[in-house]
């Protein structure tokens, strides 16, 4: 007999497994072991076949957001929606714009795929996620086999977000507009720089 072969008691402390394991694993030829005369079970502990180590389980969230909260009609029909896809699951909301990428609930939701903790980000629709960017999202969960599942629901989309969304883009740009101008008017009233109508000369 092999000085290798040891009782179950012992293979499964050395293994950080059960007994039962090592039953199962003899009959799927995973590892060796015999029968002594006596009808006790020995196993041969240098025959193991290496087991790759079993994925964690990973969640699925579902994500939800609306822009304000006289919205809040509007986000609970999303929550129930999305719960009626994936009941039991984990939901993690916003209220806030779909500009802001400091929003809570999406940092959070992204701690969790940089964590490699999320298999799958449920929304609504796209702009539920972020307004502009989506592709970049989406590429980043891809780095982390982290999907995303866009369920198309128009109806849970609010038009006047989108509008309110493109107003405040038009007042971030205007407000840059205002102080370019600012600066070109220093430009030319600053003596000590090359007057602007000397270009050429």
């Not at 609930?105 to 609504?124: H, K, M, P, Y």
């Amino acid at each position: 007999m092999s000085v290798n072969y040891v009782p179950p008691r012992v293979a499964a402390q050395r293994l950080g497994v059960s007994t039962r394991t090592l039953e199962r694993w003899l009959e799927a030829g995973k590892i060796k072991g015999i029968k002594t005369p006596g009808g006790q079970r020995r196993y041969d502990l240098d025959s193991v076949v290496s087991i790759p180590p079993a994925k964690p389980k990973r969640d699925i969230i579902l994500y939800a957001r609306v822009s304000s909260r006289s919205q809040k009609s509007d986000l609970e029909q999303q929550v129930r929606f999305l719960k009626s896809r994936y009941p039991g699951c984990e939901v993690i909301f916003d209220i806030g714009s779909g500009l802001n990428f400091k929003r809570k609930g999406l940092q959070s939701l992204l701690d969790r795929v940089l964590s490699n903790t999320c298999e799958l980000i449920v929304v609504a629709h796209k702009d539920r996620l972020c307004r502009f960017g989506f592709d970049l999202i989406s590429w980043l969960c891809g780095k982390f086999e982290t999907k995303i599942l866009v369920l198309d629901e128009t109806h849970l989309s609010p038009e006047q977000e989108m509008v309110e969304d493109i107003l405040a883009i038009v007042h971030v740009f205007s407000c840059r507009l205002y102080g370019l101008r600012k600066y070109k008017k220093r430009i030319l009233d600053d003596s000590e720089l090359p007057s602007l109508s000397s270009k050429g000369t």
